[in-house]
């Protein structure tokens, strides 16, 4: 019977227990489910900005892709097998650098065969010229004897056919020698081709062949390598035909990188191709821009996020560029271009300005006249609000 009489206060302070500690998690999930966010509720009220001093910056961006300003591909002017590198990828060289060498054995051979030929029409030659001479004074006598009679007008006719015979023959062995010497540079030509040297200062970026790999240039000049000079970069953009027509030679650029840590590289505008490339039906232009890159930190390839800059202007009013109504074009002016806005006079109350600016971008204009700093500007399109949920307080989650 005291047993019976101990266990209801037990089991009444374990029932308290538990409702305490619901409470407590009640409280703990209102207190963070419940309490509005501070950007949250500054978005409810943000359908008005002060109008203050800053920096804008009014720019075109475009996708591009680094590559060197100076560079050559290094190919083969002879076909035959590919004997020794002398260099591999990332070696710098000097112009003049022996770089490859193909087997230059059948060039040899031939600058060999062309040479004996040249001895032996030489040879013929001297022996011709010895003809000639023959033929001269066996004319020359049958003229003298012809004269007495000593020798019939045939046998005179016939020697100076001779002599007119043998400088003939001399005439085709030199011309024959001729062609062989001429043969004879385009063989030592083609077998200097065999040694491969470096045709400019530059870094080895790129190789395409292997030793001992056959290179066939009968249809194409095969490629072994490129040279480089990576102290001096070109970064090649492809930029929109909407946006091509503000761009032009001497413009100030910017561009990042992946990975660059905020790093902006800064150049001018060189060169804009006027061939466009037209990609999935979107026409885009080639533009160039050139860069130092003395300390090696871009390389061939990469990505750039590139800015021409069409204009900047330091610590001047700005506003946001949903803060502008209506376009006023006749009442442009050389202070800049018009538009109407709301100015807040009261809390509740607004009246119509024209303004008129300069720079602008995707989210702030340059105010140039009709505003002053401090002065609050009605927003056009205030941020959006979730139909589902109109008090703008985030919702419990559901369990």
């Known amino acids: 019977m005291q047993a019976n009489l101990v266990k209801p206060p037990r089991t009444r302070f374990w029932i308290v227990g538990l409702l305490i500690a619901v409470l407590l998690i009640g409280a703990v999930s209102w207190f963070y489910f419940s309490k509005p966010d501070e950007s949250e509720l500054s978005a409810l009220?943000?359908?008005?900005?002060?109008?203050?001093?800053?920096?804008?910056?009014?720019?075109?961006?475009a996708q591009g892709k680094l590559e060197p300003k100076e560079f050559v591909d290094v190919g083969a002017q002879v076909t035959g097998q590919l004997q020794k590198l002398h260099v591999e990828i990332g070696d710098v060289v000097k112009a003049g650098e022996l770089l490859a060498e193909i087997d230059p054995r059948i060039y040899a051979a031939r600058v060999n065969a062309d040479e004996a030929r040249i001895n032996t029409l030489k040879a013929q030659l001297v022996e011709q010229e010895a003809q000639i001479l023959f033929a001269s004074r066996q004319y020359a006598r049958n003229q003298l004897m012809y004269r007495t009679k000593a020798v019939s007008q045939e046998a005179l006719q016939s020697s100076e056919t001779n002599i007119k015979a043998a400088r003939a023959k001399a005439d085709s062995i030199r011309a024959q020698l001729k062609e062989v010497q001429s043969t004879l540079a385009g063989d030592r030509t083609n077998l200097g081709y065999t040694k491969i040297f470096a045709p400019m200062d530059g870094t080895?970026?790129?190789?395409?062949?292997?030793a001992g790999q056959t290179l066939n240039a009968n249809q194409q000049t095969p490629t072994i390598m490129q040279l480089a000079k990576l102290d001096k970069m070109t970064v090649r953009s492809q930029t929109a035909e909407a946006d091509i027509m503000r761009i032009t030679p001497g413009l100030p650029v910017y561009f990042t990188t992946l990975g660059s840590e905020k790093r902006r590289w800064r150049g001018t505008v060189r060169q804009v191709l006027p061939t466009p490339e037209v990609v999935n039906?979107?026409?885009l232009y080639n533009v160039l821009v050139d860069v130092d890159n003395a300390d090696r930190q871009l390389m061939s390839g990469m990505s750039a996020q590139v800015f021409f800059v069409l204009g900047e202007a330091k610590h001047v009013p700005i506003i946001p560029i949903t803060a502008l109504s209506k376009r006023l074009p006749e009442q442009d002016n050389e202070k800049g271009t018009a538009y109407r806005v709301k100015v807040l006079v009261t809390e509740t109350e607004d009246q119509e300005r024209t303004i008129h600016i300069g720079l602008q971008n995707r989210r702030f204009v340059e105010v140039r006249e009709g505003v002053k700093e401090g002065e609050r500007v009605k927003l056009s399109l205030p941020p959006k609000k979730n139909n589902s949920n109109p008090s703008g307080y985030p919702r419990m989650p559901r369990l």
């Open 281 to 283: 039906n979107v026409v």
């Open 204 to 210: 080895v970026v790129q190789q395409s062949a292997r």
């Open 45 to 61: 009220d943000d359908s008005a900005a002060t109008v203050a001093y800053g920096d804008i910056e009014e720019n075109v961006t």
